[in-house]
Structure formats: structure tokens, C-alpha cells
């Protein structure tokens, strides 16, 4: 279920999208320039340790296959190189959790991450994996950019070499329009976004490495709905609890931000569609956030793909159980921001 809202916030709610009154100004926030994934000098990335576009293709409708009809594996359209953009659904329920990995070709965990989360979704038996399926709708894309993941960069590459994380407004990339379109049709009410962090090697006033950072808006909170602010701020909240206390985790929030061309972000702002179509076909999330994993590297893929798997499958079990609606979310504004410097520092 869609969760309903008392009138008078949702007024307020309306008021705000509309420009009537103005929320707080953010606070002075950091910036920091985006582009994962952060690795130290003379770090080698072994590809061969994660999955590329084939054993991805193989692995999901493996996963199809054995999942007894949970899962739905098809393809939203092809990228520039004419790879499948695959995603799967699986799930019953009313709230449509879009779930999305790999924007960037070249941050590479969160795609084996995400056919984990679906191994576990399309086979177990666990109650709350039962509610799970019978409360939320999941569309899941393991890689959004095949592209880019083949060549390991962090753009897509055909007709031209576009951060496909910039591009909800132009929609100059085939990637663009066909995820789009799905979008569209599926109308989510909340996002996930799975990357890696740049430069962000440290907890902010301590020696603590940052392992894992969090993103609550990737636009201004001004520019967002009082209750799109709030609910992103529940769904960071409840992301980080679940990683706390899982090995030596240290998170940080992400800086500020303000980037009107990415895919979540117009996910949250509206206002822009593909060459013939309609902004007002697409329906605004109720929010979106995104999480950025330190690092890349074969020695501790485990516990890397682990920080996108807890937190997002914490996410869908609050978000089941409805426990997400009411979580508190003030430890939020507590949190440290990342130090500003190259990785190995
Ligand atoms: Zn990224």
C-alpha cells in the first residue's frame, strides 16, 4: 500500500512542489566533485572477479529460471551498442521500489549485489521475504549501462560517451529514453541507487575510514516536497542502521549536491521526457536516494557487495512492514561528511 499521508502535510506538501512557501534553506554543506571509484595508487581492479554483461545475462535468467515464476527477467530496449538493458520484477504488491545498479560502467559491485538480492527474493521461503513480495512490486536493474561496464568506464559509449547520470534531461542516450519509458510505466514511488565513492577517503574529524556514504538528495531539499525530504531522510536512516555494527563500517553523509540532469533526480523533480513525449506522463517518487560503497577491488568483494545488499534489502523490509513511514530520522543531520581528498589520503 501506497501510504497515506494526514491532509494538512499533504497540503503543505503540494504548497512546497508548487513553489508557494519555502522550506529551510539547506545548510551549509560541503561539495565535493562526483566520480567513483575511488582507488589508491597502484590498485589493480581485477574485472574478472565481478560479472560482466554475459555472466550478468546468465546469471539473472538463471535466476528466472529457477526462481518458479517470482522472477521476470525482459528488457527495456537496447543501449548503444545494442546490449539488452535488462531488469527484473518480481513482487505483487501496490509500492513499486525501483532498484537500480551500475549507472556508472566502472563502479562494479553493486550489479552482483543486486543478482544476490534477487537470488534471495526468487527463492526463499522467510517470512519476511513472503511479505516482502506480497506488499512491494520490485523492478530491479542489475546494469544500467552495459556499455560502460564492457569498456570499464564510467560513461555509456554510443552515439556518444554521455554520464548517462546527467542525461534525464536531454535524453541523448538510448540508455536514457528506453530506462525512461520503463520508468513510466511502472510509476515507483521510492528509488535506489547503487554506487561507488570518489574521493571521500576519511570520517570527517577522525581516522576512521569512510566505507560507505549516503545519499539523501541529489538535489536541493529546497527544491524537493517537505515530505519527499522526509521520507529520503527515513529511507538513509533506515540504509545506515543496517549496516551499523556490520564489521568496521563507517559512513558518512554525502556533500552537497545539486544535479538536476541525474536519473533520480529528475525521478524526484519531474519536468522533463524524451523527444515526442509528455513530462506529465511521469509520475514523481515519493523519494529517492542513492548510496555510494568505497572502493572497488577483489580482495574484499564480499563485504563491498554486503554494503549495498543490508541496507537495500532493510529498505524493502521497512518499506513491507510499513515500519519505514514511521522510523525516526533526526540521527540523520548528526551524521559526519567524508574528508575532501584523493583516496589514499
Ligand atoms: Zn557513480
Known amino acids: 500500500m501506497r501510504k497515506r499521508l494526514p491532509l494538512a502535510l499533504a497540503a503543505a506538501g503540494s504548497l512546497l512542489a508548487a513553489g508557494l512557501i519555502t522550506t529551510t534553506p539547506a545548510v551549509a554543506e560541503p561539495t565535493m566533485n562526483p566520480g ?59 509500492t513499486v521500489i525501483w532498484l537500480q545498479a551500475r549507472i556508472h560502467g566502472n563502479e562494479l559491485h553493486s550489479t552482483e549485489s543486486v543478482l544476490q538480492i534477487l537470488q534471495e527474493l526468487g527463492s526463499s521461503g522467510s517470512p519476511s521475504v513472503k511479505q516482502i513480495l506480497s506488499e ?63 574521493q571521500a577517503p576519511r570520517v570527517a574529524g577522525t581516522d576512521d575510514l569512510n566505507q560507505f556514504q549516503i545519499g539523501a538528495h541529489s538535489v536541493d531539499p529546497s527544491r524537493m516536497s517537505a515530505d519527499q525530504w522526509k521520507l529520503a531522510r527515513q529511507l538513509s536512516e533506515v540504509s545506515i542502521d543496517a549496516i551499523s555494527g556490520y564489521g568496521q563500517t563507517h559512513v558518512a553523509k554525502y556533500p552537497y549536491i545539486d544535479i538536476t540532469g541525474g536519473v533520480i533526480s529528475r525521478m524526484i523533480l519531474g519536468g522533463t521526457a524524451p523527444d515526442g513525449f509528455s513530462p506529465s506522463m511521469q509520475k514523481n517518487v515519493d523519494a529517492a536516494i542513492f548510496y555510494e560503497v568505497r572502493s ?36 540523520y543531520d548528526r551524521l559526519s561528511y567524508a574528508t575532501n581528498a584523493p583516496c589514499g589520503a
Open 36 to 94: 567513483g571509484p575511488c582507488l589508491q595508487e597502484n590498485q589493480t581492479v581485477m574485472r574478472s572477479s565481478v560479472p560482466d554483461y554475459r555472466a550478468m545475462e546468465r546469471q539473472l535468467l538463471n535466476i528466472e529460471k529457477n526462481s518458479k515464476g517470482r522472477v521476470k527477467v525482459a528488457s527495456a530496449g537496447k543501449s548503444g551498442e545494442g546490449r539488452e538493458l535488462y531488469y527484473a520484477t518480481l513482487g505483487t504488491g501496490d
Open 136 to 198: 512491494l512490486t520490485i523492478v530491479a536493474i542489475p546494469m544500467y549501462n552495459p556499455d560502460g561496464a564492457e569498456a570499464n568506464i564510467r560513461q555509456s559509449t554510443t552515439p556518444n560517451r554521455q554520464d548517462l547520470n546527467r542525461d534525464w534531461e536531454r535524453f541523448t542516450q538510448p540508455e536514457s529514453e528506453a530506462f525512461w519509458h520503463l520508468f513510466v510505466e511502472k510509476a515507483p514511488s521510492i528509488a535506489l541507487d547503487l554506487h561507488h565513492m570518489g
Open 296 to 331: 572497488v577491488g577483489q580482495k574484499s568483494n564480499g563485504y563491498l557487495e554486503q554494503l549495498f545488499t543490508r541496507p537495500v534489502m532493510a529498505v524493502l523490509k521497512a518499506a513491507a512492514d510499513g515500519s519505514l513511514y514511521s522510523s525516526d530520522w533526526s540521527d
